[in-house]
C-alpha cells in the first residue's frame, strides 16, 4: 500500500540530482522539527508476518549458529536498563550501522544513545527498556552488502550476517535503491517466530526514534493499530508514542518468551 507523505516525496527527489535544488525547500527532507505536529508523517514500515498467539510449549532457539556472533568482543555502549524492579525488562540491542564511502558511520554513537534515551522513554510505559548491548560501524562491502540496500533478498542476507543470539539486532542502511527503494517502507523488521529476526531501516529515518521504537515493537510480537497516537500506527507521526496497557501485556510477554537470551 503506498502512503503519500511529504517523507516519501523526498525520496523519490532525492533520486534525481536535477532536483537537488528542489530538495533545499522542502523543510521535511531535514528530519523532524521539535515543534512538529502530530500529524507530521516519519516515515512507515512494514513487517514480515503478524502476531501470533504464544503457543504453550518450549520457546524456539532463536540461535542461527551464525559463525560471527561473538566474533566482535561486546563492548555496551551506555548505561545498562538494568534496574533493582524485578517486574522491569531490560532487552539488549544490537546496534548495527553502515559506514558510508568516507567511512565515517551514518549513525554515530552519540546519535543511537539519543535515539535510544527517546526510545526508552516511550517503551517505560510497559516497564520495557533497551541498552546497547553492542554498536557496530560496518563497511558493508566488506560483508558482501551494499550500502543502499535494494531487495528483499539483501535484508535477509543482512539479518543472517549480524544476528546472534543474545542481542536484538537494529540496523540502519543506506537509503534503499532498487525494489526496496521504489516501495513506500522505510524499514522491515521480522516479527518473533517469523525466521531470521532483525529490524532494518534505511538512513533517511535513522534517526527518529519513534520509528525505531515501532520496530522493537514488531520485535515484541506488536501489530499494527490504526490510531496514530500509537506507536504502532502504520505509518509513524511524531506523537505517535502511545502503548496501551494490552499492547504492554503482550510485548512483556514476547520478550519473556522469545527474547529470554537478550534481557539483561
Ligand atoms: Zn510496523
Redesign the pocket.
Given at each position: 500500500m503506498k502512503i503519500i507523505s511529504n517523507f516519501n516525496h523526498c525520496l523519490k527527489l532525492a533520486v534525481s540530482p536535477l532536483l537537488l535544488l528542489i530538495l533545499f525547500l522542502l523543510p521535511a527532507c531535514n528530519g523532524p522539527s521539535s515543534d512538529a505536529p502530530i500529524g507530521t508523517v516519519l516515515g512507515r514500515?512494514?513487517?514480515n508476518d503478524a502476531s501470533k498467539p504464544l503457543p504453550n510449549e518450549a520457546p524456539p532457539d532463536t540461535s542461527n549458529g551464525n559463525p560471527n556472533s561473538g566474533e566482535n568482543s561486546s563492548t555496551r555502549l551506555g548505561d545498562s536498563c538494568h534496574t533493582s524492579d524485578p517486574a522491569h525488562l531490560c532487552l539488549s540491542l544490537k546496534y548495527v550501522v553502515y559506514e558510508n564511502l568516507q567511512a565515517k558511520a551514518i549513525v554515530s554513537g552519540q546519535e543511537a544513545l539519543q535515539n535510544l534515551a527517546l526510545i526508552n522513554k516511550t517503551w517505560l510505559q510497559c516497564n520495557i527498556g533497551f541498552e546497547i548491548g553492542e554498536y557496530l560501524s560496518v563497511d558493508p562491502q566488506k560483508y558482501g552488502l551494499s550500502f543502499n540496500t535494494s531487495s528483499m533478498s539483501e535484508l535477509s542476507q543482512i539479518r543472517s550476517e549480524f544476528d546472534d543470539n543474545s542481542t536484538l539486532l537494529v540496523v540502519t542502511t543506506g537509503a534503499w535503491s532498487g525494489s526496496l527503494g521504489a516501495g513506500a517502507a522505510n524499514a522491515w523488521?521480522t516479527m518473533p517466530g517469523g525466521g531470521t529476526y532483525g529490524a532494518i531501516l534505511e538512513e533517511p529515518v535513522g534517526n527518529y526514534p519513534n520509528i525505531i521504537a515501532?520496530e522493537l515493537g514488531?520485535y515484541l510480537n506488536l501489530s499494527?493499530v490504526s490510531d496514530t497516537s500509537d506507536v504502532?500506527n502504520?505509518v509513524i507521526y511524531q506523537g505517535s508514542t502511545q502503548l496501551t496497557t494490552n499492547q504492554c501485556e503482550m510485548a512483556r510477554s514476547a520478550a519473556s518468551y522469545y527474547w529470554k537470551t537478550m534481557l539483561r
Open positions: 514500515d512494514q513487517v523488521t515501532h514488531h499494527h504502532m502504520p
